[in-house]
């Protein structure tokens, strides 16, 4: 069975950084993308970033763009979110997930075949 773990939420200061990391085990996921989403208290699902697993196709959503970084290590079927400079707007649960990768996909929830159960981030002022 697919099984997504993410890991490396945590607490940080304004302008700090983290690094998250999704595993994923159960399945070949060559033909996968691996996105992060994230929830803040009162607020929608949103998708951050998202990487494709067979070329190398990346995605930012405009809050994160210039600030979070995406990359995979294929042989360990592990996706990476790098953040830097982090604000309170930030703080959330951050879920990975994959979807199956094709010229039409979206980072859309609804797209996504299999979830982690997320890492919070609490970023503080």
């Known amino acids: 069975e697919a099984q997504l773990v993410e890991s490396g939420g945590g607490l940080v200061q304004a302008g700090g950084s983290l690094s998250l990391s999704c595993a994923a085990s159960?399945?070949?996921?060559?033909?996968?993308?691996i996105g992060w989403f994230r929830q803040a208290p009162g607020k929608e699902r949103e998708g951050v970033s998202y990487?494709?697993?067979?070329?190398?196709?990346?995605y930012y959503g405009d809050s994160v763009k210039g600030r979070f970084t995406i990359s995979s290590d294929n042989a360990k079927n592990t996706v990476f979110l790098q953040m830097n400079n982090l604000t309170p707007d930030d703080t959330a649960v951050y879920y990975c997930?994959?979807?199956?990768?094709?010229?039409?996909?979206?980072?859309?929830?609804?797209?996504?075949?299999?979830w982690g159960k997320g890492t919070l981030v609490i970023v503080s002022s």
């Open positions: 997930a994959a979807g199956v990768y094709g010229p039409l996909f979206r980072l859309h929830y609804y797209g996504m075949d299999y």
């Open positions: 159960g399945s070949t996921f060559a033909d996968y993308a």
């Open positions: 990487i494709s697993l067979s070329g190398g196709n990346t």
